[in-house]
């Protein structure tokens, strides 16, 4: 292999290139400035985004990979600035999110002296990353940037941490790349297990009442059409978990809605009705089972997952098929029997409808005063046809924009699901922007959560990056509030906000934007914002106390969702 | 679900930071190691973890799964007590003229199947390899004549099986390269 002499920063570089990255988000310091004087040679060929926060750096790596389907990458210092990763890292490590941070560490011969900006990196990254490394040696440097990227994108993806020493940085190579394609100890794909594929094939063929329940394993393997011809033809009901939404198009006849905590009505109420539960790259999360003991009792359950550690973790399965989902579509499809079940299917349609009267007209037709969540969601879904991408904060706006947003191409949501890390969005809308700069990038956000990370409102201005922010403002902590209503009488503690002026701190940030509080406003301000050339606000005023409805409550089973 | 004890072993590359990454799988799970080993397994460049644990069946399974998980981690198996041949060695320090005062110490040694690893004028080490109630019950019967120092080792086991599972699986590797998507 040919080599060539450059120092550990200049291999570092050089390494991320190889790998196809052009865009690093990040924040300098003491311990990483030798990779950062050379990312200024190399401004033409990658583009280093500064924000206001590491955690912002992180989110927006998570958002750029979470659009692209690429890998995210964020570069910081050391002590501080690794810690502040720590959200993300353990928000990419629970939503499976290809993330890889390279964080500076102080000079080689200073580890575990308490040197300045010393922190234990490998050790507080452990437990949040797929895999860590930490590099003390010049001549590692483009062996182990290349196990990190196959470790972070193969098998089921996760964050993966670098440490490198300040040292390792300002030392000199023989440089050459190889990419990674293979490590020892590590089994990304398991084999498909043909005799699996034909036993879940036979429970499938012999089902009644099935239902299918679709996670972000689908999307992460690709395998939305591979999806698609498994429930078309089988005609198997499938609803979606929270990081599933738009794996299959909202509008898909076979598409019964969300399930779990503030899912849809159907899925949640068939679950312990059906005769079939086919988990298809989900981990049957406490927020989409509800109470395991009464989860799914009438049911087989047949898992395809591609990690083994999830197969009866928490729910135990009849048939697990452990590989990678595209592989497992395309050996039992041909198996499936062509089927009708007319009947079943309009059974979700007639919970819809109920569903529909009890609490989603109301939530997005609204006719009582005050304006809800549900009516803003719906107009901004109308006006961009599906075709926008949404990214969410966590709370109440967060399942309401989740409910009601239609999509009709994959990779359209960006939320944080597993870790439900507020302060989440608008950093990872700017990192969905910078990934799919040719989309419409709606940013749905809380009171409470915008004020988590709204520095980086500094980031979207410097970029000038068009994102639409929807600030969904009730002047509380929506959805702990609607809990201390439910379950602890109304007693309110420390969820109310005495808020700022946003338009003004928006203004100060050099972003344009507009309040609104009345519903006839509403239409024309929506119209404005998304004809609007750069970044805008938009904050609109919703009801104070408004409920998210359906709701199983934490604990109970499925079958005790609450409509109201 | 029943508490049991399990004995986990576990194939691993030698980084730096495993032995970590193992046992935050355990504090997650708010489990308590009784014991563990960690030394060079017979094929060279991959060591072997020995753990026991208490836990229900149902716990273990995942537990191991996790472990297994890790990257740097070849396999994890999890064990019954049925399925192994297990030791651990002890080491007591007695004085030396406890033993040349009377016959009992020697005549322990007799009976726990125990050896006398070094005599100097002041002190005497005593080994001996059991479970761990043999080694407990001789350092309870020698206690009376003042064990200076006493310690034990993590257990360490062997399958009742024939090959050690790792060596068919590293062969398998070897023929059977995992097709990767880049």
Redesign the interface.
Known sequence: MKTKKVSGSEAVILSLLAEGVDTIFGYPGGAIMPIYDLLYDYQDKIKHILTRHEQGAAHAAQGYARVTGGVGVCMVTSGPGATNLTTGLADAMLDSTPIICISGQVVSGLLGTDAFQETDV??FS??IT???I?ITKVEDIPEMMARAF??AT?GRPGPVMIDITKDAQFAELDFAYK?C?????????P?LRMEYVEQAAELINNAKKPMALVGQGVILSGAEKELLAFIEKAQIPAAWTLLGNSAMPSEHPLNVGMLGMHGNYGPNIKTNECDLLIGLGMRFDDRVTGDVKTYGKMAKVVHFEI???E???NVRVDIAVIA?IKETFGAITPLLKEQKRDEWLNQFKIAYQYEYEKVIEKDIHPVKKGLTMGEVIRMITEKTNGEAILVTDVGQHQMIANRYFKFKNSRSVVTSGGLGTMGFGLPAAFGAQRGRPDKTVVAVIGDGGFQMTLQELGTIWQNKAPIKIVLLNNNFLGMVRQWQQMFFDKRYSSTELTNPDFITIARGFGIDGKKVSEREDLDGTIEDMLNHEGPFLLEVTVEKEGNVFPMVPAGASVSDIRLE | MEVKEFTITAF??NS??LL??IT?IFT?RHLNIESLAVSESAIHGIYKFTIVIRTTQELI??VV??I??V????RAYYLSKEEIIYQEIALYKVPTESLTESSEIEGLVRKYNARILEVTPEYTVIEKTGHKEDTQQLFDDMRKFGVLQFTRSGRIAITKAKKERLSEYLVK?DTK??????
Do not use: C, H
């Open positions: 490998m050790g452990m437990p797929k895999w860590n930490q196959f470790i193969t990419k394609v293979d490590v020892r100890s590590y089994v990304p794909r084999p990690d083994p550690a197969v009866n973790k990678d | 691993s590359e730096i930071g970590n990454r935050i997650r399974e995942n799964k996790q297994e998980k990257v740097d981690v070849l590797l390269k995992p097709k990767v998507r880049i």
